[in-house]
């Protein structure tokens, strides 16, 4: 599921290869993934028009286009972006397609249908109607602390709440946890505000790592608990097994030995 580093990854990639282009068409292969505009409306209104810039937010990427009209795009749990030559086969879950003038294609994939296109005027006004916390990246120290001084429940918990800090899921959140070797389900009322500003240390510095890998599997450090993540997996420090076990709804992987539960 695209977490922050991979939305990251696929701004960059829009900007590499879709900026400045006259939109010639908006092609909609299946209406299920547009929210609040029909497949017409999302064509007349994207016609003749070229995107500008980018704008991440969290797990959320904005596009504007000229005359201040934004794309919306939110990737679910299996969406990405490809661009297409003119020669190039039309991939089999492209929902969405962006024609440009030189015949060149965006499209927006999706295999599950989960993720959702839509238009906007204002990109502060949507955050602020989702209620999205502030970007995980963009977040400062005390503003971190004090999101942990003032809620309750497991700190995995708190990571993934995006109405607190936007971007993480479940899969960082795990490595984050790791890397600052605290326990998924410790209850943030027993972290130590040391605790607290080192979680804050591992979550720019596994999310910047992964940004530089290009949110890539492949190219995660092997010190790291994503390539060993799953059953049978061992921990990379200390070589124990991993144990998992569902926290605020997802599943958590984790070390026993390195990550000790204090509370
Ligand atoms: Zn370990």
Redesign the pocket.
């Known amino acids: 599921m695209p977490e922050l580093p991979d939305v990251e990854t696929f701004k960059r990639y829009f900007d590499a290869t879709s900026l400045h282009q006259r939109i010639e068409n908006v092609e909609v292969r299946d209406a299920y993934i547009l929210k609040g505009i029909s497949t017409r409306e999302l064509a007349r209104e994207l016609k003749e028009r070229r995107f500008k810039s980018t704008r991440r937010h969290g797990k959320h990427l904005c596009v504007r286009a000229d005359h201040d009209l934004w794309l919306r795009l939110h990737f679910g749990m299996t969406g990405s972006l490809q661009y297409l030559k003119c020669q190039d086969h039309t991939p089999k879950y492209a929902r969405v397609l962006f024609v440009f003038a030189n015949n060149h294609r965006l499209a927006f994939e999706d295999q599950r249908k989960f993720g959702e296109v839509g238009l906007l005027k204002d990109v502060d006004e949507f955050l602020q109607k989702r209620g999205l916390g502030p970007d995980a990246l963009d977040i400062s120290l005390p503003q971190f602390k004090e999101i942990f001084g003032k809620h309750r429940g497991p700190v995995k918990t708190i990571l993934l709440n995006q109405k607190l800090i936007a971007g993480i899921g479940n899969i960082y959140a795990d490595e984050i946890l790791f890397r600052a070797r605290i326990h998924p389900a410790t209850h943030v009322s027993a972290l130590k505000e040391k605790t607290v500003a080192k979680l804050f240390r591992a979550a720019r510095d596994i999310l910047k790592k992964a940004i530089e890998a290009n949110a890539d599997m492949d190219r995660m450090p092997k010190s790291w608990l994503l390539p060993h993540r799953g059953k049978d997996g061992k921990?990379?420090?200390?070589?124990?097994e991993?144990k998992s076990a569902t926290i605020g709804g997802r599943t958590a992987w984790f070390?026993?030995?390195?990550?000790r539960r204090t509370s």
């Not at 921990?235 to 124990?240: D, E, H, K, L, N």
């Not at 070390?255 to 990550?259: A, L, N, P, W």
């Open positions: 921990c990379p420090r200390c070589g124990r991993l070390c026993t030995h390195c990550q």
